[in-house]
């Protein structure tokens, strides 16, 4: 949770025991857009279909590269990047 939204929004949530609105969960990257009761699952659908029509080994290569470079110096991390994007590119 700290590395995702900072170790003082995480602290200030689960010490004390904070409650956290929407338009707040946005604005920390808790979440990466709002969408209406109505249109939720509208929206999720589109989400899956987007994710579906995705190569596996894609997906499982980016989850695993940006994973890896968490761990890594930022200049490290992007040569990281670099490397298994290019080889994702060959691969097509």
Request: glycine share 8%.
């Amino acid at each position: 949770l700290s590395r995702n939204i900072g170790l003082g929004e995480s602290m200030n949530m689960l010490l004390a025991n904070s409650p956290m609105n929407a338009q707040r969960a946005l604005s920390v990257g808790l979440v990466h857009r709002l969408v209406s009761k109505k249109s939720l699952l509208d929206e999720g659908f589109a989400v899956a279909e987007v994710l579906a029509a995705l190569d596996p080994r894609s997906i499982a290569s980016a989850k695993q590269t940006i994973q890896t470079g968490l761990d890594m110096p930022i200049d490290q991390g992007i040569g990281l990047e670099r490397r298994e994007t290019a080889k994702l590119i060959s691969s097509r």
